[in-house]
């Protein structure tokens, strides 16, 4: 029992020290949870961990806690993840980082044994960082595709325009909203917790989390499909508004309902925590690593763990303290051998928080296109790669997306993302890609955000952009390769001038380093 004092109190005396050394990411998740609906269960999520733990506390009084290499290993492995999530300015990142060093403090100070007993109310607390946002435009897609699909069977005619379809009765678009995004976490979070206190076997909890992934995807496309059935087939009068929402919710709570009415029929015996540990110990099993706990193990242990904790946040603020280069001209496209249009050719324009955004339309006889550079200079002021910054402004209703792919670009020999964008009048074939430090050209922002993340840790050169790509097209007189042969032209031909105006500017900002 000495032991257990001994080890609860560095649990809770380090779990409360990570969480002040790490306070501005955690208070960040929390304030995801208190204005994001999709993440509200996330206030539950440290709570039911301390009931699961709680409801072991008899069995796990059999074990004798005991330090945790492996344990420091991990603490000191999600350290580095938060330290490279603070690099690149991905939050998500870092959230999950800190509950993993949360999670590694514990394995640390218990050890391996009881780690593995309370796997699963430790690996719980990962649901408390708000992730999953990536997930919302494929099921932005399925959900589109399901409802087209589903209304089509049922016999009525619908024209699709990407997320935008048209019945003859009204007109209908797939949002954020209506992904199921929601649903999914939410029922992701309930599976998990019910597949574990409902079951014993490992096949069945697999096969019930897996139910509780594809079950909410599709009960939403069938909410999707129900809801512009009833606005249908009561001339719009119905489930167009707010009511819809509710409707939603409703169908989706039925659908939980069965399924974990469903489970239970399969239900596990439950198991006797408390009788499970006694076996081994009653035939001589040890519960100890082979570490010998004398005054130097703890000493050597707890050192450990307070510089696997405060290493981080100092790497950080020595990070922020890097002494940044000021601008020194801003960027200019040149004129394209006098092409370059004064007037804008259209409305449309990627969004771009804080960045540097140089547009250069460029009208060529009949054809007309657009050049836009979002250039992030330096780091720490913004961030190029996030959900704010997107192609289409959401708070505007005439432009819209309706397609979206991937295309080989030859003059750079990278695939970029391909959009096809329309309002009433204009369509455009857009293409765009992201490029760090002048010489890494990616459209994948995963490799983007590794890139970035490098070069800050390093101290290189450090702008980055955005570069995109539009050209009027008309889809009536324009085969669509004929338009992507014209597109590829028109980068291969100006591209070298808008790498020259980049690097001229980064060349200056960085001349000292």
Not at 191 to 204: E, I, R, S
Not at 272 to 300: C, F
Not at 369 to 388: Q, R, W
Request: glycine share 6%; aromatic share 12%; proline share 5%.
């Amino acid at each position: 029992m000495k032991t257990w004092k001994l080890h609860g109190a560095l649990v809770l005396a380090f779990s409360i020290a990570l969480v002040l050394a790490l306070y501005p990411t955690f208070l960040s998740m929390v304030n995801i949870w208190m204005r994001s609906e999709t993440f509200t269960h996330a206030f539950l999520i440290a709570p039911i961990s301390l009931w699961l733990v709680w409801e072991k506390r008899e069995a796990m009084l059999t074990y004798v806690p005991s330090y945790s290499v492996l344990g420091l290993i991990a603490l000191f492995g999600s350290g580095f993840l938060w330290l490279l999530g603070m690099a690149v300015d991905a939050a998500v990142v870092q959230q999950f980082a800190a509950v993993l060093m949360l999670i590694s403090v514990i394995w640390s100070i218990l050890g391996n044994r009881l780690a593995w007993f309370l796997a699963f109310p430790l690996c719980f607390l990962l649901f408390m960082v708000p992730m999953g946002e990536d997930l919302v435009p494929p099921m932005m897609d399925f959900t589109a595709n399901f409802t087209v699909d589903m209304v089509r069977l049922s016999g009525i005619p619908v024209y699709r325009e990407g997320l935008f379809f048209m019945l003859p009765t009204g007109n209908w678009s797939v949002v954020e909203a209506c992904s199921g995004i929601r649903y999914l976490i939410a029922s992701i979070t309930l599976g998990c917790l019910y597949a574990y206190v409902t079951y014993t076997k490992l096949w069945k909890r697999a096969i019930f989390i897996a139910l509780s992934i594809i079950v909410p995807i599709i009960a939403n496309g069938l909410r999707a499909y129900m809801i512009v059935m009833l606005g249908h087939l009561s001339d719009m009068t119905v489930a167009t508004g707010v009511d819809h929402l509710v409707y939603g919710w409703l169908f989706f709570g039925v659908v939980i309902f069965i399924l974990i009415r469903l489970g239970a029929i399969f239900k596990d015996p439950e198991v006797d925590n408390l009788a499970l540990r006694a076996a081994p110990i009653a035939n001589g099993e040890s519960d100890t690593l082979a570490v010998n706990r004398t005054p130097l193990t703890h000493v050597i242990f707890i050192g450990c763990l307070i510089v696997g904790l405060s290493i981080w946040p100092l790497a950080r603020q020595q990070m922020n303290n890097q002494a940044y280069p000021e601008m020194v001209d801003a960027l200019e496209l040149p004129d394209f051998e006098g092409k370059a249009s004064v007037a804008p050719l259209w409305s449309w324009q990627p969004v771009a928080r804080e960045a540097d955004q140089v547009v250069g339309f460029i009208e060529d006889g009949p054809q007309q296109s657009a050049i836009y550079i979002d250039f992030y200079p330096v780091p720490g002021y913004a961030e190029m790669i996030n959900s704010l910054n997107t192609m289409i402004d959401p708070d505007s209703d005439e432009w819209h997306i309706v397609s979206v792919g991937t295309e080989h670009l030859a003059a750079l020999d990278i695939s970029v993302t391909s959009y096809r964008i329309k309002s009433s009048k204009q369509e455009l074939l857009v293409w765009s890609w992201y490029q760090v430090a002048g010489a890494h050209n990616s459209a994948n922002k995963y490799i983007v955000k590794l890139l970035e993340g490098g070069h800050r840790l390093l101290g290189d050169r450090q702008d980055s952009a955005r570069i995109t790509y539009a050209m009027s097209v008309d889809p009536a007189s324009q085969a669509p390769e004929l338009q992507k042969s014209q597109l590829q032209t028109l980068i291969q031909e100006t591209f070298p001038q808008v790498q020259a105006s980049l690097d001229n500017v980064a060349q200056r900002v960085y001349e000292d380093l």
